[in-house]
């Protein structure tokens, strides 16, 4: 199976911080690779796919990159509701996979 | 609009068998695959199993495999996780989610999940 390898497991920012967020995968998955964001106690939300592609009305404040193992999430300037736990997925092939998290509270 | 209600979480002791559900409204059910995926308590999500559109294709995590039957019934919109063998470390909330379209196996709409819980 692909692992996916996010860091750091945490950060703690400020509104207005710019913010990266990496997933490396232990083998190419080429841009097969789609961002979570979850809040506590809600399912996860899809917020981008294709390792860059943005889901409709998320903002464009948030902004993925990326190719073959390496990818980044990046958030331009944190917002309040931004504050949540962001995983990644891999969806090249079965079984799929998710990396293991970042949590991003606030400074 | 679309929507994910599972169902049929419960406390059950080691070694039995439970279903869960999953019903699916606001789309053409029949027209998507679908995904269980897991999270145990203070943990990540887990993905546990896929289904094509007509169930003719099952996909499984291999901690699963053997004990966990996915299937689905496209006359009733529901998709369903027959469990069996259960053990502690298959505690978590059970989501089931919607595989976005033919092109990405990503997962565009989740239900809110449901709570088994593995325990003697």
């Known amino acids: 199976a692909i692992q996916l390898t996010q860091s750091p497991s945490s950060l703690s920012a400020s509104v207005g911080d710019r913010v990266t967020i990496t997933c490396r995968a232990s083998q190419g998955i080429s841009s097969a690779l789609a961002w979570y964001q979850q809040k506590p106690g809600m399912a996860p939300k899809r917020l981008i796919y294709d390792a860059s592609s943005l889901e409709s009305g998320v903002p464009s404040s948030l902004s993925g990159s990326g190719f073959g193992t390496d990818f980044t999430l990046t958030i331009s300037s944190l917002q309040p509701e931004d504050f949540a736990t962001y995983y990644c997925?891999?969806?090249?092939?079965?079984?799929?996979?998710f990396g293991g998290g970042t949590k991003v509270d606030i400074k | 609009q679309v929507q994910l209600v599972e169902s049929g979480g419960d406390v059950v002791q080691p070694g039995r068998s439970l279903r869960l559900s999953c019903a699916a409204s606001?789309?053409?059910?029949?027209?998507?695959?679908m995904h269980w995926v897991r999270q145990a308590p203070g943990k990540g999500l887990e993905w546990v199993a896929a289904i094509s559109y007509d169930g003719t294709n099952k996909w499984y995590i291999d901690s699963v495999k053997g004990r966990f039957t996915i299937s689905r019934d496209n006359s009733r919109s529901t998709l369903y996780l027959q469990m069996n063998s259960l053990r502690p470390e298959d505690t978590a909330l059970y989501y089931c989610?919607?595989?976005?379209?033919?092109?990405?196996?990503?997962?565009?709409?989740w239900g809110q999940g449901t709570l088994l819980t593995v325990s003697s």
């Open positions: 997925q891999q969806y090249y092939n079965f079984p799929l996979t």
């Open positions: 606001g789309f053409t059910f029949s027209s998507y695959g």
């Open positions: 989610a919607k595989r976005a379209d033919i092109a990405h196996q990503t997962l565009d709409y």
